[in-house]
């Protein structure tokens, strides 16, 4: 499993941490319902978009950081595509707990990339990004002074995976159809072999 199928797999399973920042309690009840923002913003909206709650350099590093964590595939585009790095931007006065978790991670990397590359994270080059993910994308192994950047980025990373898998663009990708009518078969025998009930289905 590539690393943009975990993320889609971790999102369905566990959507209300893709909403939750520090704090937040409220969650949407199915993962693959689009939205309340994707049905109130419209393509034009996102191309004549102005930050709602972050600066341009945030809003900058954000668009940046979204699409680190999904870029685009052969299947869809990035989260910038699917409109993600908005989502976020409303999110923000949505969801007014999230504020200040969010605007001090973004300061944070901002002061560690200055500090390992002696530029801010939307200057550095695409290596510099990556080594600085490196350092905070895997809690296990990151050390105690990135604690803050873990934290961070798990829920950037959660919320970002909510976003674009509630987007239109993201609902096609997941290839979820709703409540819609169709004829089953029942199930193949490859399936039922595999759960080792091929031979009493066969007995009947």
């Known amino acids: 499993m590539d690393r943009r199928e975990l993320l889609k797999t971790l999102s369905l399973g566990t959507l209300a ?7 937040c309690k409220t969650a949407p009840k199915e993962a693959s319902k689009e939205h309340k923002f994707w049905k109130h913003v419209t393509e034009e909206d996102l191309e004549m ?4 709650f972050f600066t341009d350099h945030e809003f900058e590093t954000v668009r940046q950081l979204a699409n ?14 699917a409109g993600v790095p908005e989502f976020i ?4 006065l949505d969801r007014p707990e ?7 991670g973004l300061n944070w990397l901002d002061v560690q990339c200055r ?8 200057n550095c080059t695409d290596q510099q990004k990556k080594e600085m993910l490196d350092k905070i994308a895997y809690p296990d192994e ?4 990135m604690q803050a950047g873990v934290n961070f980025f798990n829920s950037f990373r959660d919320l970002v995976a909510a976003g674009f898998w509630s987007s239109k663009m993201g609902i096609e990708d997941i290839g979820y159809i709703g409540n ?3 004829n089953w078969d029942g199930c193949s025998h490859e399936a039922l072999e595999h759960i080792g009930l091929e031979e009493k289905s066969n007995k009947g």
Do not use: L
């Open 17 to 23: 941490a893709g909403f939750a920042m520090t704090g």
């Open 89 to 92: 931007d409303f999110m923000m």
């Open 180 to 182: 819609k009518a169709t």
């Open 142 to 145: 990151a050390a105690p002074e």
């Open 98 to 104: 999230n504020q200040t978790p969010m605007r001090g």
């Open 68 to 81: 680190m964590v999904i870029p685009a595939d052969e299947r869809s585009g990035n989260a910038e595509d």
């Open 115 to 122: 500090r390992f590359f002696d530029n801010n994270f939307i």
């Open 49 to 52: 978009w102005e930050t709602q």
